[in-house]
């Protein structure tokens, strides 16, 4: 498995229709979160947290929609034409963008390594992610 010192490829992704488009800098070996929160478990969300450095939108801001709930910081960005969340603003790192692995485009990651994270616990086990947006 790639080390935090890996480096790092290009992966491209987006949404179903194609309208919003992103590249996001990160290792061939991926590590991400499978969070069990409401939200995430029901949208099938594997998180892939980096510094918001390392992500560029590259189409689609017209057609984003944001949703907000809770204490508002996070902010969800979905496709207004087909509904898909590929990434947000995640509430754990603010300073980050988290893509959904599952947005990404075949063929640069290498592996994909799932970790469970204690969502439904999120005040709990937050702090375990702020590293992740450095």
């Not at 996001?24 to 991400?32: G, I, M």
């Not at 969070?35 to 947290?49: D, E, M, P, V």
């Amino acid at each position: 498995m790639d080390s935090p010192d890996s480096p790092l490829v290009v992966h491209r992704g987006g949404c179903h229709c194609g309208a919003v488009r992103f590249e996001v800098d990160a290792p061939a070996t991926l590590v991400v979160q499978d969070c069990n929160c409401s939200i995430c478990r029901k949208a099938g969300f594997l998180h892939l947290i980096v510094p918001a450095s390392r992500f560029r939108l590259l189409s689609g801001e017209a057609v984003l929609v944001d949703y907000r709930w809770n204490t508002g910081v996070a902010r969800h960005r979905f496709c207004g034409v087909c509904g898909i969340k590929s990434f947000y603003v995640p509430r754990s790192n603010p300073d980050g963008i988290d893509v959904n692995a599952r947005c990404l485009d075949e063929g640069s990651v290498q592996a994909l390594v799932v970790e469970a994270f204690d969502g439904r616990n999120w005040e709990a086990n937050a702090a375990a992610l702020a590293h992740l947006s450095r």
